[in-house]
C-alpha cells in the first residue's frame, strides 16, 4: 500500500468522535474520495427499523442529490447497491452505460457526470450496516490496491461509527446518572461493549487485519493469520516484531517512518 494511502487510514483512525455523526462521515468520505481521486461518492446507513439502506452524506454531487435519488421513486435496494447489502461482497462497475443494474440511474449518472463506481460494504461482525461509494468521472477499471485501501477504510468506517454511536449514548445518559461511582460503572461498560464491537468488525473483515503495539504483535484477525501461517488456535504470534508480515525490512522500516512522522504532527 502507498505511503499515501498509509496516511489516508492514519487520518480515519484519528477522527474527532465528538462531532456528529454527519460530521464524521462527511471526514471519512472525503479523505477516501481524495485518495482514490474520486469525481464524487457517497455513504449508506442501513436504517435498523426498516433494514433498507438510507443515503446519508455524499461529496462531488449537487446538494440535492439525495433528493434526486429518492424522487426517481426507486428503492435503493434495486441498485448494485442492494446487491452488496444481500452478499455483503463488494461490488464494481467499470462503466455505468454496460451495467443492466444501472439501467435506472443512467440519466442521473450522465447529468453528473458519473462513469465507474465501487461499492463497498462496512460491517459489524457479519452484517453489514452500511456502504462507502466512490465515483469515478471515466470508465475505470479498479485496482487491486485501490479495493484493499478502500475495504481497509470501510473497516475502519464501520468502526468509527459504532464508537461514536457509543460516545453519543454515554454524553445522553450520564446526565441522568446518579453518583460519580455509577457513572464509572457504566462507562466501563460500554467501553467494554465498544471493544467487542470494534473486535467483531475487524475480525469479520476480508483483508488482513493486526494491531501492533511498540512494533509488536498484540492481536491478528483470522485472514491476517492464515496469510502468515498462524494457528487460529495459538497465540504464539504474539509479541513477535511487526517485521514478519512486511514483504522486506525496508518496508517495515517505510511504514514505521510514516507513522511515527503521523504521531509526532497529532502530538499523540
Given amino acids: 500500500m502507498s505511503t499515501s494511502a498509509l ?8 477522527i474527532d468522535l465528538t462531532q456528529s455523526l454527519k460530521q464524521i462521515l462527511d471526514e471519512i468520505l472525503a479523505i477516501v474520495g ?7 461518492g457517497s455513504m449508506m446507513l442501513v436504517n435498523e427499523e426498516t433494514g433498507e439502506l438510507e443515503l446519508v452524506t455524499t461529496f462531488g454531487v449537487p446538494d440535492d442529490y439525495i433528493q434526486q435519488i429518492y424522487n426517481k421513486g426507486v428503492p ?18 467499470s462503466n455505468i452505460f454496460e451495467e443492466s443494474r444501472d439501467k435506472l440511474w443512467m440519466d442521473l449518472a450522465r447529468e453528473l457526470g458519473i462513469s465507474a463506481q465501487m461499492f463497498m460494504p462496512m460491517k459489524r461482525k457479519d452484517e453489514v450496516i452500511g456502504l462507502l ?3 469515478m468521472a471515466e470508465p475505470h477499471e479498479f485496482t487491486e490496491d485501490e479495493m484493499v485501501f478502500v475495504a481497509v ?4 468506517a464501520a468502526a468509527v461509527i459504532e464508537n461514536a454511536r ?26 467494554w461493549k465498544s471493544r467487542e464491537i470494534l473486535s467483531n468488525i475487524l475480525s469479520a473483515s476480508p483483508i488482513g487485519i493486526g494491531i501492533v503495539r511498540d512494533r509488536k504483535l498484540i492481536w491478528a484477525n483470522e485472514r491476517m493469520m492464515e496469510m502468515f501461517g498462524f494457528k487460529p488456535d495459538e497465540d504464539d504470534y504474539i509479541g513477535q516484531r511487526a517485521e514478519v508480515i512486511y ?3 525496508k518496508e517495515y522500516e517505510r511504514v514505521g517512518r510514516i507513522f511515527y512522522e503521523e504521531l509526532k504532527e497529532s502530538e499523540l
Fill in 247 to 249: 514483504a522486506s525490512k
Fill in 133 to 135: 461509494n466512490v465515483y
Fill in 34 to 40: 481524495h485518495q482514490i481521486g474520486a469525481h464524487s
Fill in 76 to 93: 435503493i435496494t434495486n441498485s448494485p447497491a442492494g446487491v452488496v447489502l444481500e452478499t455483503g461482497r463488494y461490488y464494481t462497475i
Fill in 7 to 14: 496516511k489516508a487510514l492514519s487520518s480515519i483512525s484519528r
Fill in 166 to 191: 457509543l460516545y453519543s449514548e454515554i454524553s445522553k445518559d450520564k446526565v441522568g446518572l446518579e453518583s460519580k461511582a455509577t457513572e464509572h460503572k457504566y462507562v466501563q461498560e460500554l467501553l
Fill in 153 to 156: 477504510a470501510a473497516s475502519q
